[in-house]
């Protein structure tokens, strides 16, 4: 079975950068699309960002575009995102889960299809 831990949420300013690990356990990581969502209080989960199970192929939201690069270690079991220029609208609390395959496709960003996720890392933006 799957599961999924988030690490490396935190408090920064406005510009700021926070890294975001994803860390998996179980020999099947790999064979899954790994999606970054997050839920502000009081919104739906939104979906951030989303890598295919070989790392080869990305999509974002465009509201992280330019900002936001995921990427992944599947040696190390686990996939990152590097969150650079942050704002206060990027404060939520950040999830990583697993899609339904091994492929970001059209419905990537649907919390709902969503296999396995983890407990959140909060990330608060803020002067």
């Known amino acids: 079975q799957l599961q999924l831990v988030e690490s490396g949420g935190g408090y920064v300013y406005p510009g700021g950068s926070l890294r975001l690990s994803c860390a998996g356990s179980?020999?099947?990581?790999?064979?899954?699309?790994i999606g970054w969502f997050r839920q502000a209080p009081g919104k739906a989960h939104e979906g951030v960002s989303c890598?295919?199970?070989?790392?080869?192929?990305?999509n974002s939201a465009d509201s992280v575009k330019g900002r936001f690069t995921i990427s992944r270690d599947n040696a190390k079991n686990t996939v990152y995102l590097q969150m650079n220029n942050l704002q206060p609208d990027d404060t939520a609390t950040y999830y990583c889960?697993?899609?339904?395959?091994?492929?970001?496709?059209?419905?990537?960003?649907?919390?709902?299809?969503?296999?396995?996720w983890g407990q959140g890392t909060l990330v608060t933006v803020s002067a």
């Open positions: 889960g697993a899609l339904d395959g091994t492929g970001c496709g059209a419905s990537w960003g649907e919390w709902s299809d969503l296999q396995v």
């Open positions: 179980g020999s099947t990581f790999r064979d899954y699309a």
């Open positions: 890598i295919n199970s070989g790392g080869r192929a990305t």
